[in-house]
């Protein structure tokens, strides 16, 4: 949510509304990575101006019945294990170098050798004072009990993805010692 708002207030492309407050901005934008992971890319193609645009399907409540668990948990359960079973890797800006790593190791492309500068270039850009800003906007968010709860599916399935990532990163460290 933090990224998503510092991105669209610096004029990224984004539909929310930037100028305000985070808190009424995640409040209106409530949970992006539920809403991304509850999308399926269906299909994507070039077009004439060479920008990709893709269409996506939304996900179909009829495949999750469960008559033990709301609507929401069942959608929350199969996203989590759609991160499992749909995701080669799963990285996390907060460790960016290490997924470059293991998505360069886990589909033989050339992610970390080729991205590593451009991210240690864009660094410069990322002040101490800006990082001190991000840090407080999610204290913000986190401290506020009506964001929390817009928030909780994203928070659920965020979690799911660093323990995912944390596997990972074991797995590789397995891998490189044999």
Same mark, same amino acid.
């Given at each position: 949510? +933090?990224?998503? $708002?510092?991105?669209?207030?610096?004029?990224?492309?984004?539909? &929310?509304?930037?100028?305000?407050?985070?808190?009424?901005? &995640? !409040? !209106?934008?409530?949970?992006?990575?539920?809403?991304?992971?509850?999308?399926? +890319?269906?299909?994507?193609?070039?077009?004439?101006?060479? @920008?990709?645009?893709?269409?996506?399907?939304? *996900?179909?409540?009829?495949? *999750?019945?469960?008559?033990?668990?709301?609507? /929401?948990?069942? +959608?929350?359960?199969?996203?989590?294990? #759609?991160?499992?079973?749909?995701?080669?890797?799963?990285?996390?800006?907060?460790? $960016? /170098?290490?997924?470059?790593? *293991?998505?360069?190791?886990?589909?033989?492309?050339?992610?970390?050798?080729?991205?590593?500068?451009?991210?240690?270039?864009?660094?410069?850009?990322?002040?101490?004072?800006?990082? !001190?800003?991000?840090? &407080?906007?999610? #204290? @913000?968010?986190?401290?506020?009990?009506?964001?929390?709860?817009?928030?909780?599916?994203?928070?659920?399935?965020?979690? @799911?993805? #660093?323990? *995912?990532?944390?596997?990972?990163? /074991?797995?590789?460290?397995?891998?490189? @010692?044999?």
């Amino acid at each position: 949510m +933090v990224s998503h $708002y510092y991105f669209c207030k610096d004029g990224g492309e984004s539909n &929310a509304p930037c100028q305000q407050s985070i808190e009424k901005f &995640a !409040l !209106l934008v409530r949970s992006i990575f539920l809403h991304q992971m509850a999308s399926g +890319v269906n299909k994507c193609e070039q077009d004439s101006r060479l @920008k990709w645009s893709c269409a996506s399907k939304r *996900l179909s409540l009829d495949k *999750l019945v469960d008559s033990n668990s709301t609507k /929401e948990e069942m +959608v929350l359960n199969y996203l989590e294990r #759609k991160l499992v079973d749909t995701f080669a890797v799963v990285g996390l800006l907060d460790e $960016y /170098e290490t997924s470059l790593a *293991l998505l360069q190791e886990a589909l033989g492309l050339p992610f970390y050798d080729e991205c590593i500068t451009e991210f240690s270039n864009s660094k410069i850009n990322n002040t101490d004072q800006r990082a !001190l800003e991000r840090i &407080a906007s999610k #204290k @913000k968010l986190l401290e506020n009990e009506d964001v929390r709860k817009a928030l909780d599916a994203d928070i659920r399935l965020y979690r @799911k993805a #660093k323990e *995912l990532f944390e596997k990972q990163k /074991e797995r590789s460290r397995r891998y490189w @010692k044999n």
